[in-house]
């Protein structure tokens, strides 16, 4: 049975830093592109980053470049995603994604699995 578990959410005042983590199970890991995807309440779905299968190539959506990092240990089957400068405007609940020999960066493509998300909420 495969398995995404993000963990690594929580309160934290704008400004500030978080590393989020999501952790695979059931799966061989390193044939996986990973994603992170965020949706805000009353929101769609947002593209936040993904990581190749080597993690040698990263992707960002606009409104994380240069504050968030993904990075992957493929021995540990985790994939992460740091979060730094955090704005109000990125709390949403965080979702990872795993998709077979691809990175699928489109909120509307279909991934092979999902996590159940973590909450990440950002004071002002």
């Known amino acids: 049975q495969v398995q995404l578990v993000e963990s690594g959410g929580g309160l934290v005042q704008a400004g500030g830093s978080l590393r989020l983590s999501c952790q695979a199970s059931?799966?061989?890991?390193?044939?996986?592109?990973m994603d992170w995807f965020r949706q805000a309440p009353g929101k769609e779905r947002e593209f936040v980053a993904a990581?190749?299968?080597?993690?040698?190539?990263?992707y960002y959506g606009d409104s994380v470049k240069g504050r968030f990092t993904i990075s992957r240990d493929n021995a540990k089957n985790t994939v992460y995603l740091q979060m730094n400068s955090l704005e109000p405007e990125d709390t949403a609940v965080y979702y990872c994604?795993?998709?077979?020999?691809?990175?699928?960066?489109?909120?509307?493509?279909?991934?092979?699995?999902w996590g159940q998300g973590t909450q990440v909420t950002v004071s002002s």
């Open positions: 990581i190749n299968l080597s993690g040698d190539h990263t």
């Open positions: 059931g799966l061989f890991f390193s044939k996986y592109g």
């Open positions: 994604a795993a998709d077979y020999f691809s990175v699928r960066m489109s909120t509307t493509a279909t991934h092979n699995y």
